[in-house]
T-cell receptor, first 116, second 113 residues
Framework: NAGVTQTPKFRVLKTGQSMTLLCAQD?????MYWYRQDPGMGLRLIHY???????AKGEVPDGYNVSRLKKQNFLLGLESAAPSQTSVYFC???????????????FGPGTRLTVL | TQLLEQSPQFLSIQEGENLTVYCNSS?????LQWYRQEPGEGPVLLVT?????EVKKLKRLTFQFGDARKDSSLHITAAQPGDTGLYLC????FGAGSYQLTFGKGTKLSVIP
């Protein structure tokens, strides 16, 4: 039982390049999330998914796209990377919606992305 | 957009001391969670509080949800070096079609042996 895994762990891009971050969970969770964490800014929600085939925008979605073709996977894409997208990206998954007393979001170890 | 203000931003204390971290907002949340994050890792949930005025204890950690469900506090008794880390509060509220978590900016705690 690996929980939430993210690949890659580190990546350096040049401005304008594209890449995809992969998140996988083996807990059969319906809900999955992508956050970015910047110094002094806390965690901010980029996109989320409430089930296979569905995605929705979070607080800071511009410049990112996502897909949830399989229940266990949630992909985050950067079509044309910009230096402002330098950040640590975290994926999370949960069984129920935020706000429920039983809700727990399980986080992956993060991907550290640098855009030059 | 709901905002959560955490204070203090940084805290450095000696082993054995007590401390309190605050999480405040002008918005009402359906629940509030506290996470701890260690360097190079993702946040890990410590506790969820749901009812206004609720108090939960986790060993030396005491969590309280404000009566109006707008604020919360985390109190650590007799801090130990193993408590060192980034503490994040997160409030759950309905927005943009679904319940979402809004995170505070975090309190970085260092406990010196």
């Amino acid at each position: 039982n690996a929980g939430v895994t993210q690949t890659p762990k580190f990546r350096v891009l040049k401005t304008g390049q594209s890449m995809t971050l992969l998140c996988a969970q083996d807990m059969n969770h319906e809900y999955m999330y992508w956050y970015r964490q910047d110094p002094g800014m806390g965690l901010r929600l980029i996109h989320y998914s409430v089930g296979e085939g569905t995605t929705a925008k979070g607080e800071v979605p511009d410049g990112y796209n996502v897909s949830r073709l399989k229940k266990q996977n949630f992909l985050l894409g950067l079509e044309s990377a910009a230096p402002s997208q330098t950040s640590v990206y975290f994926c999370a998954s949960s069984y129920s919606i935020p706000g429920r007393a039983t809700d727990t979001q399980y986080f992956g170890p993060g991907t550290r992305l640098t855009v030059l | 957009t709901q905002l959560l203000e955490q204070s203090p931003q940084f805290l450095s204390i000696q082993e054995g001391e007590n401390l309190t971290v605050y999480c405040n907002s002008s918005s009402v949340f359906s629940s509030l969670q506290w996470y701890r994050q260690e360097p190079g890792e993702g946040p890990v949930l410590l506790v969820t509080v749901v009812t206004g005025g609720e108090v939960k204890k986790l060993k030396r950690l005491t969590f309280q949800f404000g009566d109006a469900r707008k604020d919360s506090s985390l109190h650590i008794t007799a801090a130990q070096p193993g408590d060192t880390g980034l503490y994040l509060c997160a409030g759950a509220a309905f927005g943009a079609g679904s319940y979402q978590l809004t995170f505070g900016k975090g309190t970085k705690l260092s406990v010196i042996p």
